[in-house]
């Protein structure tokens, strides 16, 4: 069964907005991943945060984790047409150090 | 240094042929892991192999799939008499620790 499970399924922005994504998973996890897919193309890693972290950067990117609530969140600041994209969250079970748990993802469109 | 490369990209198959996907692990990477996706739906894990071995399969189906990694060569993703539920994008990745490095993918089409 899916663990991690994206919110919004779509999200519809203007170019230059902050889009924020949300992950919600069910188990203790030791990290959890986003990634993105653009249209037809494979995966690409974004940033991996681990249990004991709350928060992290990349670039335009912000990451935050909340082990109490099982959530995530990814927020894309001053977004562009190039951010169009889907985005995934992926987590690992406490008890396996390689499968990942995927959601269904987040479809993003930036509006110009 | 090249990332994971997949081939086929696209893949075209009658139902009852079979249909081998090929994955090249990113230098230096000895972990495979094969990952399925349906329109519209997320990854679900197939299988994880090292080299001449199969860690876990416990994602993919019991007949027709089968997975390799050999000592020498891309690992091998097979799956026989392909019905048209097979259409997928499969996706491998390899890695050396915690993250997961994506190939682009096969897009397999059952007609």
């Known amino acids: 069964s899916q663990q991690g499970e994206e919110d919004p399924q779509a999200l519809s922005i203007q170019e230059g907005e902050n889009a924020t994504m949300n992950c919600s998973y069910k188990?203790?996890?030791?990290?959890l991943q986003w990634y993105r897919q653009n249209s037809g193309r494979g995966l690409v890693h974004l940033i991996l945060i681990r249990s004991n972290e709350r928060e992290k950067h990349s670039g335009r990117l912000r990451v935050t984790l909340d082990t109490s609530k099982k959530s995530s969140s990814l927020l894309i600041t001053a977004s562009r047409a190039a951010d169009t994209a889907s985005y995934f969250c992926a987590t690992d079970a406490a008890d396996s150090n390689y499968q990942l748990i995927w959601g269904a993802g987040t479809k993003l469109i930036i509006k110009p | 240094n090249a990332g994971v490369m997949q081939n086929p990209r696209h893949l075209v198959r009658r139902r009852g042929q079979e249909a081998r996907l090929r994955c090249s692990p990113m230098k230096g990477h000895s972990h495979v892991y094969w990952y399925r996706q349906l329109p519209e739906e997320g990854l679900k894990f197939m299988v994880y192999?090292?080299?001449?071995?199969?860690?876990?399969e416990s994602g993919m189906p019991k007949e027709r799939f089968s997975a390799e990694f050999p000592k020498e060569g891309p690992s091998i993703l097979r799956i026989q008499q392909v019905v048209r539920g097979d259409s997928a994008a499969y996706f491998c990745?390899?890695?050396?620790?915690?993250?997961?490095?994506f190939g682009p993918g096969t897009r397999l089409t059952v007609l």
């Open positions: 192999l090292q080299k001449e071995n199969i860690i876990d």
């Open positions: 188990t203790s996890i030791n990290n």
């Open positions: 990745a390899s890695s050396r620790q915690d993250t997961q490095y």
